[in-house]
């Protein structure tokens, strides 16, 4: 297939320039890890670059459509489930890219002003580590679900993968959006996200562990904010619109006190 | 009936539209299902307001025999309210997601409609008579006095004004934890399922407070969900048989004579994917939105966002039949991704004779493919072809190079109107195309 990779790159300047759009349907094309390959042989590759635009503005979209709700109507759970795992093919995508054949500034202009935000706040919480690449790094590891939210927390001097190594000074300053997927925002989001209302039959186990369905909506936001400790990674601004249903018990049992 | 398009067989014409002509659309008054009864005489619409509009066939004059009958109202009713759910701090929409027509076993009609929650079984019933001459009561519905009555007197029917009564019979509900996306009442006429995004429920129509748990997808551990129940099926003549398509493109066929529980399938049908056409959207556009018996039995439908699909039930790993519907969204799915219409669900039906499926596209087109001749054709529901026996033209839209004449660019597409519910009526060339809040009706003019 790679064999071929130059006449698909051609294809994709064309529709590149036609259309302005990121072309990377056509790069989405060849399965994973070919590109790190055609990423070898060609440098950055324009075709390649744009389908990491696409990527990223796919994964911006994905993040916003999560995000973005109307409050005290239940979600399209079928809508959740393909986002999501629209999500974990972007994310599994990112891993066997390794982060190493992109620079931050292809990232960066194709990142959706909503998914900057998102950026944001990670750029609060966390120190110069670069998880990606040090997630990269651990391929023994990447078996494992990436979306275990028992992920250990990366550290900075994690070995890196080779092919990283080149771009990770780049890629820690520049706190890159894939650095903050692949760490921070799969876990977190779903961390705070909450099925516990979903569930009739089975709260009290629904709500003990980290959930990953945002199908509920708390119309409580603000008063969550206030009195709920952010005792979470990172308070982004999915956390200050979900809940789970103890803590709904927790506010109804203060505001009947006071 | 073969007979897609064009050809020598027939043409398409326009037969009526339902609807308010007003560009501004309420969001209520948006079609949300179509279909015919059973025997064609009664078209049912339920929109997104909660009502359910009844149609009926008027037959045909003797004079002009080349005419064929109008529908006309016939009888419209709430079916369903918008509900607060108190415990999850949620509404429920009034939305009609599914109409479902049993078939006719006396003088009444009878239907099964259903919003996201609660399913309701209406009987449709004709007055034409009323009793007159009672003296047991007052003029005002009091009961008189036994000692003043002196005589017995026998009521006599008197004609009156034709008078279509909707009741509730039976109301379903609090089974269902998410949405109902599907209803499908069995072959043996007694029973019905009811899925919704993790489960599938099978009732007696007779009883409502009880149902049994058929299907159940929902993993203990709700992170671990990776796909949801989209569609599901009776088998139109086996009892025991019912399918449901998933949102990872599968479909699972169950024989409920195998455990009461079926949650392992029978047969699971899937078509490998095309490497080559990977992309990032490539789960969310195979994920099926439709899934259909033909009226055979041998064969199943399915809808994906750019496809139709037919299986034959014999064969799982791959359709015997694969129609394109709109294969020029291929290269702009990013944008229908960000627009959201990538999440639109997309009907499909087929003919009376199984020879013809059709289904909906965007820009008020849908699609109509011949399984004979594998001809199809792409048409329009548009007010301005809309002229009494208006042969409808066909559409297509250009794809990559010079756009000819008569031809529209796929930028020029309209992506808000878009036609998700499709009927056909069982017998005759008639189809009912809803288009956001117009009904449109087509038949075929023999040439």
């Given at each position: 297939?790679?064999g ?52 990223q ?52 202009s ?19 580590t670069?998880?990606g690449?040090a997630?990269?790094g ?43 997927l692949?760490d921070?925002?799969l876990?977190?989001?779903?961390e ?14 629904a ?15 603000d ?36 | ?18 609807g308010?002509?007003?560009e ?7 079609i ?5 009864n ?5 078209l ?36 369903h ?9 949620l509404?429920?929409e ?43 009561k ?18 006599v ?9 909707a ?18 009442v ?15 429920n ?42 449901y ?9 169950c024989?409920m004579?195998?455990?009461?529980l ?23 556009i ?38 394109q519907v ?10 229908l991704?960000?627009?959201d ?5 997309f009907?499909c ?21 011949d ?39 796929v ?12 009927a ?24």
């Amino acid at each position: 297939m790679l064999g071929r990779g130059v006449k698909r790159k051609w294809s994709c300047l064309e529709e590149l320039e036609a259309e302005g759009v990121p072309a990377a349907l056509v790069e989405a094309k060849q399965p994973n890890g070919e590109e790190d390959e055609g990423g070898l042989l060609a440098g950055v590759p324009p075709c390649h670059a744009s389908h990491l635009q696409q990527r990223q503005k796919v994964l911006g979209l994905c993040l916003e459509k999560l995000q973005r709700y109307q409050a005290g109507v239940e979600l399209s759970l079928r809508r959740s489930v393909l986002l999501i795992n629209t999500l974990r093919q972007i994310h599994e995508d990112m891993r066997s890219d390794g982060a190493g054949t992109c620079t931050p500034a292809v990232l960066l202009s194709g990142v959706d002003p909503d998914s900057r935000l998102l950026r944001d706040d990670f750029r609060e919480d966390t120190s110069l580590t670069c998880p990606g690449c040090a997630e990269g790094g651990g391929d023994g590891l990447s078996v494992s679900p990436p979306l275990s939210p028992e992920f250990p927390p990366q550290e900075e001097n994690t070995p890196l993968d080779q092919k990283s190594s080149p771009t990770i000074s780049a890629f820690s300053d520049a706190v890159n959006p894939m650095g903050y997927l692949s760490d921070l925002a799969l876990d977190d989001i779903f961390e705070d996200i909450d099925t516990s209302m979903y569930e009739t039959s089975d709260l009290s186990s629904a709500s003990g562990s980290s959930l990953l369905w945002p199908v509920s909506v708390s119309l409580w936001a603000d008063e969550d904010v206030k009195i709920r400790p952010l005792n979470h990674g990172s308070p982004g601004s999915l956390q200050s619109c979900l809940m789970d249903l103890n803590e709904l018990d927790h506010i109804m049992e203060i505001l009947v006190k006071s | 009936m073969a007979g897609v398009a064009g050809g020598n067989d027939f043409q398409w014409c326009f037969s009526q539209v339902k609807g308010a002509i007003d560009e501004d659309v309420a969001e209520a008054d948006i079609i949300s299902t179509v279909e015919f009864n059973y025997s064609g005489e009664l078209l049912a619409t339920g929109d997104k307001g909660g009502r359910v509009v009844i149609f009926q066939h008027e037959q045909e004059s003797k004079n002009r025999p080349h005419l064929r009958g109008e529908y006309n109202v016939y009888s419209t009713f709430q079916s369903h309210e918008p509900e607060f759910d108190y415990l999850k701090s949620l509404e429920i929409e009034e939305k009609i997601n599914k109409i479902r027509w049993l078939p006719q076993q006396n003088a009444a009609h009878f239907l099964l409609s259903t919003n996201d929650k609660t399913i309701k079984l209406w009987k449709i019933s004709e007055r034409d008579k009323r009793a007159e001459g009672y003296n047991l009561k007052d003029e005002d519905g009091r009961l008189r006095d036994p000692f003043r009555i002196t005589s017995l007197r026998v009521p006599v029917l008197m004609p009156m004004d034709l008078m279509v009564e909707a009741s509730p019979r039976r109301i379903f509900a609090n089974a269902h934890t998410y949405h109902i996306n599907s209803i499908s009442v069995n072959s043996d006429h007694e029973t019905y399922l009811s899925a919704d995004d993790l489960r599938i429920n099978l009732w007696h129509l007779e009883i409502t407070d009880r149902s049994f748990n058929i299907v159940d997808i929902k993993p203990a551990n709700m992170e671990e969900l990776t796909e949801v129940i989209t569609a599901a099926e009776c088998h139109p003549h086996q009892c025991n048989v019912f399918v449901y398509s998933s949102s990872k493109g599968t479909i699972r066929l169950c024989d409920m004579r195998a455990a009461a529980l079926c949650d392992r399938h029978s047969k699971f049908f899937e078509e490998p994917e095309d490497p080559s056409s990977r992309s990032f959207f490539s789960e969310i556009i195979s994920s099926i939105s439709d899934v259909k018996f033909s009226h055979s039995g041998r064969y199943m439908m399915t809808r994906d966002y750019l496809s139709v699909k037919v299986w034959d039930l014999n064969m799982e790993n791959r359709p015997v039949e694969t129609y394109q519907v709109h294969e020029y969204l291929r290269s702009k799915l990013c944008s229908l991704y960000e627009n959201d219409c990538i999440f639109d669900k997309f009907e499909c039906c087929w003919n009376g004779s199984d020879s013809a499926i059709m289904t909906g596209s965007y820009n008020n087109f849908f699609r109509m493919f011949d399984r004979n001749t594998r001809r199809d054709i792409t048409l329009e529901a548009s007010r301005e072809s809309s002229k009494p026996r208006a042969t409808l033209k066909p559409r297509k839209v250009s794809t990559g190079g010079k756009r000819k004449k008569d031809e529209i660019s796929v930028d020029s597409l309209d992506f808000n109107k878009k036609i998700l519910h499709t009927a056909w009526h069982p017998k005759d060339n008639v189809i009912a195309v809803a288009a956001t809040n117009n009904l449109y009706i087509f038949q075929d003019k023999i040439n």
